[in-house]
C-alpha cells in the first residue's frame, strides 16, 4: 500500500506530467497565435497606440480599410465621397446594408454618430482634434449619414474616416466598462474572454457580412508572449500556430523548419534621422552639413548588416504610401563628397556634437542601428558625443514645449509613422513644420523656421481631393530631400510572420495601420 | 512576544508609509505621463485637458495627500493605460508572482539545504568541492540566461514542459528553477557554514559519544539549530524575488506583477506603479514578520523570551 504523503506526490507528479502533454493538444476547429505585444484596451474610442488596434481591428471595423494589396476599398461603407455645400466641404456616406453586430444588431448611421461623439470627447478619446474640424454629424436616414466639416480636412481622408462602427444601444445598455471588459463590434471575430497579460479568445462570427473575406477556424487563441526567443520556442514546440516578429537574426532558422511558412511586410513606422537646426550657432542650419550627414553614412549596409535586411529603404514616403514617388533617390554613400561637404561648410575637421540614440526597442535593433549611424558620422568627422535614451527619455528631449528641457543641438534617432500603406500628412505636421507653441505645429519639430515649408505643410492639410493631394505632397517631398529638412529618411522596418504550413492558411491583410487583425485565416484543407 | 510583535507591525506600517513617499516621488521625476498617452501631435489644449483629468496639475504635495487618503480607503486609483483599477490590476498579478517566488523559494531550500548538509559533512571531499562550483555556476548565470537554456532543453529538445505561460503545474517549474537558481549558491553556503559550526558543538560530540545515529544526528539535531540563520535570510530571498521576478517572467511570458509593474514603469502609469510597489512593500515587511516569528518555532529559547 503506497503512504499517502507518497500518494500525493504521485498525484502531482501526474499532474505534472499530464499538464505538461496536454499543454501542445488543441482542438481541430482553434488555432493558437502568439504576439508580442498586447492591447491596452478594448474599446475603440480609447485606442492610444498602433498595438491596440492589432486587437480592436479583430472584432471591430471602420468605413474604409486597405485590402491586402494595400489598395483603399470601402469596407463598412457601400460608398462615399465628399462634397462642397455653401463653400464648405461634406463627406457623404452610405453605409453599406445588411451588416450586423455581434449581438444581432444591425449597423446604422446612429452608431458612426454614437461613435463620432466618443471620439471627439478628450474624457474619452485620445485622439478629440482630429474631429476638431467637423461641425456637424448629420444623419439623413438608417444608412445614410453626412459630415459637415468648418475646412478642409486631409487627414480625416487620409486616415480612413476615422470612425469605427460602435453599438451604441448595447453601449448604453452595458455602459462603458463592462463595454470595455465585453466589447461587440461588426467584425470577423467576437470576443469570448481575456486574461490581461496572457491571452485574448475570440469565436469566429457566423453572421459576418463578408463572404469573400472572413475566417474560416471557428477559434482563435491570442497569446501574449513578449519575448522573442520564447514566442520562438513556443512555435517550435508546436504550442502556437502563428507567431508575430520573428526577430530578425531568427528568421533564417525559423524559415528552415519543416512546413513552415513567412511572411514579411513594413510595419508602418517610418524612422529618420532628424537633426537639431534650433541652435542659433547649429552647425545644421547649413545646407551642406545636412547633406553631409546624408552622403556620410551607409544605409543599405546598415540594413543589411545590423537589421540582417529587415528594412525597406524608403525616400521621404515609402512605396505604396500617398505621394510615393520613384524618382526620388536616396542619398548615395559618398563619404569623400561628405567630408568635402564639411570643409565647403567651414568645418573641414568636422565637429562634436552631441547624438542622441534611442534604445528602446520599439523596433528590433534600433540601438544598433543608431549605434551604426553614428560611428559612419565620426568616420567623417562629425564626432559623437552619444547619448542613449530610453522612450520616456527620449520623449523628454525630443518633445518640443516651451516649459520642457529640450536637447541641446545635436542628431537624434527618431521614427514616425505613416501607418500602413501610409500618408506622410500628420507625420510632416509634426517633425517638418517648425515649433509653433500652443498650436500643435511642429511638436517634435527641430526646423528653424522654413515659412516656405510651413505654408506648404499647412496647405496640404486642408486639401480632400485625393490626386490634388498628392501632387502637393510630393512636392513638398522632393523639397523636403533636396534641402534634407525634417530630418534624412532611412528605413522602414519590416515585420516576418510565421506560421504552419501544412495547418494554417492565412492571408495578411493589412488593417489601417498594421498587419494583425485575421482577416482570413483558417486550417488548411485537405 | 506580543509587545514585540506590536512593535515590528509598527515599523513595518511605518516602512510602508515611507515607501509610499519614495515611490511616489520618484515615478513624478521619470517625466510627464500625458505625452506618453497622447499621439505626437496631440494640440496643447487636449495636453492640458487629460492633465487636469488625471489629476496632474495639482501641486505635488495635494497629489500626494489624495493618493495617500484614497490609498487608505483602499482607492490606488485608475491605471493610466489599462483604464481599469490598479489594484484590480495588482491584485489580479499578485497570486502569480507569489506563487511563482514560493515555488522559487522551496527549489532553492530543496536543493541548497542538502547541498550545504552534505558539503559540511564531507568537508574538503568530492560533495564539498563539487557544491563550490556548483554554487559558483548558480551566481555566475543570469537568470534570463538559465531560463532560456531550460526553454532549449525541456521545452524544445525534450517536449517535457511548455515553453511559457501559466495555469497548470507544469507551467511553473522552469520559471520557477530559473528564478531559484541564484541564490542557492548562497544558501549553500550559509547553511554549510553553519552546519560546520554546528558539527564542532559539544551537543553534537556528546550524542555521539552516547552513541545517536549519524543521521538523525545530522539532519535532525544540528540542521534543526543550523537553519536558523537561512531562516532569517528566507524573508530577504523571499522579497528578493517578488522585485526581481521581472525578467523570468518575461522570458516564460508568466502573468505576474513585476512584468505589470516595469512596463508600468516605462509607461509612466503611476497608478499602478504605486499600488505595485506598495504591495511588494507590504508582503516584504509581512515576510520579514513571519521569519521573525518563525524564530520561536525552530528555537525554545526564544519562544519563551530566554
Known sequence: ??????????????????????????????????????????????????????YIGTMFEQLVRPGPDGERMNWLAESWEVLEVDGKPVIDVKIRPGVTFHNGDPLTAADFEFAYERLRDPAVSRWPHYQANVAQFEIVDDLHFKLHFTQGDANYVANWLQLWAIPKAYFEEVGEDEFAQRPIGTGPWKFVSRSVKEELVLDRYEAYWNEEHHPTVDRLIVKIIPEDLTRVAAFRTGDVDWIDSVPPAMIEEVEALDNVATASRVSGNNLFFDMDMTPEDSPFRKLEVRQAVAYGADIDAIIEQVLFGQGQRYVQVGPGETAYDPELKPYPYDPAKAMQLLADAGYPNGFETNCYNLITPREPNIKEMGEAFFAYLSAIGIRC????????????????????????GGILSHMWGHGVPGDPGTAWSGHLHSFVPGEGWGSYSHTA????????????????????????????????????????????????????????????????????????????QD | MLGYFARRLLQGFMSIVGASIVIFTITRLTGDPVVLMLPPEAPPDVIDALRIKLGLDLPLWRQYLIFAGDALQGDFGRSYRWEMPALDLVLDRLPATILLSAVALA????????????????????????????????????????????????????????AYGAGTPAHVVMPAIALGWYPVAAQTRIVRSAMLDVLDSDYIRMGRSVGTPEFSLVWKYALRNAAIPLITMLGVYFAA??????????????PGLGRTVVEALFARDFPVVQAGVLFAAAMFVVANLLVDLSYGIVDPRIRHGR
Do not use: C
Open chain 2, 107 to 162: 527549489f532553492s531550500m530543496a536543493v541548497a539545504i542538502p547541498f550545504g548538509v552534505l558539503s559540511a559533512v564531507n568537508r574538503g571531499g568530492w560533495v564539498d568541492r563539487f557544491g563550490k562550483v556548483f554554487a559558483m555556476a548558480g551566481q555566475a548565470m543570469p537568470n534570463f540566461w538559465v531560463g532560456l537554456l531550460l526553454i532549449l532543453i525541456f521545452a524544445i529538445h525534450l517536449d517535457w514542459l511548455p
Open chain 1, 449 to 524: 523656421g522654413h515659412p516656405e515649408m510651413d505654408e506648404m505643410v499647412e496647405a496640404v492639410n486642408t486639401i480632400m481631393d485625393p490626386d490634388e493631394r498628392e501632387a502637393a505632397l510630393k512636392e513638398i517631398a522632393r523639397k523636403k530631400h533636396e534641402l534634407v529638412l525634417g530630418g534624412l529618411t532611412t528605413y522602414r522596418p519590416l515585420v516576418t510572420f510565421a506560421w504552419r504550413a501544412d495547418k494554417v492558411e492565412y492571408t495578411p491583410w493589412p488593417h489601417p495601420g498594421f498587419w494583425r487583425n485575421f482577416q482570413e485565416i483558417g486550417l488548411k
Open chain 1, 385 to 408: 558625443n552619444m547619448k542613449n535614451l530610453e522612450y520616456g527619455a527620449w520623449i523628454n528631449v525630443n518633445r518640443r514645449a516651451e516649459d520642457t528641457p529640450q536637447m541641446e
Open chain 1, 1 to 54: 500500500m503506497v503512504h499517502p504523503r507518497w500518494g500525493a506526490v504521485l498525484a502531482l507528479a501526474v499532474a505534472f506530467s499530464g499538464t505538461a502533454f496536454s499543454a501542445s493538444a488543441q482542438t481541430k476547429s482553434s488555432l493558437t497565435v502568439a504576439l508580442a505585444a498586447e492591447s491596452t484596451t478594448m474599446d475603440p474610442a480609447k485606442y492610444s497606440a498602433g498595438v491596440d488596434q492589432y
Open chain 2, 241 to 254: 524575488m517578488l522585485g526581481g521576478s521581472f525578467v523570468v517572467e518575461v522570458v516564460f511570458a508568466w
